[in-house]
């Protein structure tokens, strides 16, 4: 299990359901997620998070979630970003 200290203030706060299950690996499950005011969002939750195991499909979620990626410069001089929204934090999970 991974042992990793959050800054509280950094998460992005979200909630909402989920709306359906893109790819599910042994480290990780892809899906997207509606929230009230974002909108529909992809989302990943990694083996140690709870959601892993019990996500629900049209369960009500309150999330904590951190953007992560990184940038890709090309030597064109494009610049390629590639960012993912992985939860850190379930405050609420469905009843």
Same mark, same amino acid.
């Given at each position: 299990?991974?042992? @990793? &200290?959050?800054? =509280?203030?950094? %998460?992005?706060?979200?909630?909402?359901?989920?709306?359906?299950?893109?790819? *599910?690996?042994?480290?990780?499950?892809?899906?997207?997620?509606?929230? @009230? &005011?974002?909108? =529909?969002?992809? %989302?990943?939750?990694?083996?140690?998070?709870?959601?892993?195991?019990?996500? *629900?499909?049209?369960?009500?979620?309150?999330?904590?979630?951190?953007?992560?990626?990184?940038?890709?410069?090309?030597?064109?001089?494009?610049?390629?970003?590639?960012?993912?929204?992985?939860?850190?934090?379930?405050?609420?999970?469905?009843?």
């Amino acid at each position: 299990m991974r042992k @990793e &200290i959050y800054d =509280e203030s950094r %998460l992005i706060e979200l909630c909402g359901t989920v709306k359906r299950f893109i790819s *599910k690996s042994y480290t990780k499950i892809m899906f997207t997620f509606e929230d @009230e &005011i974002h909108g =529909e969002l992809i %989302l990943v939750a990694h083996y140690d998070s709870i959601l892993y195991y019990n996500l *629900k499909r049209k369960g009500k979620y309150r999330l904590f979630v951190a953007l992560k990626g990184h940038v890709n410069h090309k030597e064109s001089g494009q610049i390629f970003t590639n960012n993912a929204l992985v939860v850190r934090k379930v405050v609420q999970p469905p009843r």
